[in-house]
């Protein structure tokens, strides 16, 4: 079964079947009580390339590797290596290939990650390429959801935010394409909806979805609330973002109208999209979803290095 | 003046090369910018813009002697002009013709609009590379970053 992930880039989820992610979902469940630190990739070393900010994802990967005995290697921000005298981002990759056994990179530029597997004989895992792809979140994502409710088809979702430029958001609905979801709302002002490339592909993939303006609308329907951040920059009017802002902020009251299990997801960082008064309520489940970036990113490690 | 003197004087044949005939009239200029033809190359060519056609009431005929194009030359006409068919000359015989058909890979001829598209990043040694997802409406898509384009977008988005 794991052979499947065998040496493979983890570039777009949509690489991936429903099949590929029983298997990590299975391997990721032995990984989630485990406290100690294991051996399984004893003498391997992950580099990590991370040309844009992250706190999580890039932690989360270090946690993961250290737990299972890998050495880590680190570029962090384009200021502090070679890349700030002017090398290439190619020449970055051969030389994290020469020295690495496989590279986890992120990069503001769309298709970053997918050049790197290209220029890479070692496998590559993308953490995020610009508003592309980011594969290994949207993993969490699903694994959180199976967790939460046993299953992850039949259920109700809504997709909340940024759903233009937002890699997380983009990524999660298309890790929704491999399942069977009763219906998914995509909520976002009219600016921010889904691109034309995503619409695209969710129609060709046969997804049952809907695009709103408010998630007042669809709020006592849905089971699952994935909520992504709306970024002031992506407004070119400041005057029209305060006019959004107040629709795609999440508080108690408004989940209160919704169903009794309803489950609020976030692939984090949050700012103020989320009312605080939501983290310690039922719907809360954003905190437990990074938890889980850990086994998921062990599974991913392990299944990738051969060690399944 | 009988019309087919006309034509005798201005569409002379050609003793080797190629004819590309049936071009939608008026893109004659952007193909030979496709082809990465710019006339300082030497070779003799005749570009006729807006005689009439049977087929399409008006077309635009390019004829380059001396160059036969390849399979991969006349693939990127289809880009810019589906109707296009293509002869190749020798003797002042047509020995091959072919429609223009838009290849399933487009690589290194245009260039992605997206611009924070990998392939846009400078200093990479990295070519744009689109796959062919539908001929009629044509789309093409980045392979690295997604996005669609359509024949309209493509006379500005060609790299030579």
Redesign the interface.
Known sequence: MSAKFMFRDIISILDFTREDLETLFEFADRFIKINEKLEILKGKIVALAFFEPSTRTRLSFEVAAKKLGADVISIVGEEASSIAKGESFADTIRMLDSYSDLIVVRHRFEGAAKYAAEIAEKPVINAGDGRQHHPTQAMIDLYTIKKLFGEIDGLTYAVLGDLRYGRAATSFIYGLTLYKPKKVYLVSPPQLRIRDEVRRELIDRGLVFEEKNSILEVIEEIDVLYVTRIQKERFPDPVEYEKVRGSYIVTLGMLMKGKPHLKVLHPLPKVDEIDYSVDNSKYAAYFYQAKLGIPIRMALLSLVLGAG | MPSGEVHTLIVPKILEGTVIDHIPAGKALEILKVLGISGQEGLRIAVLMNVESKKLGKKDIIKIEKKKLTVDEVNVIALIAPTATINIIENFIVVEKFKARVPDVVENIIKCP?P??????D????KSRFRTISREPLLL????????VTRDDIPRLIRR
């Open positions: 997206n924070t598209c990998i392939t846009n990043k200093r990479e040694p990295l898509q980045c392979d690295y970053c997604g996005v669609i």
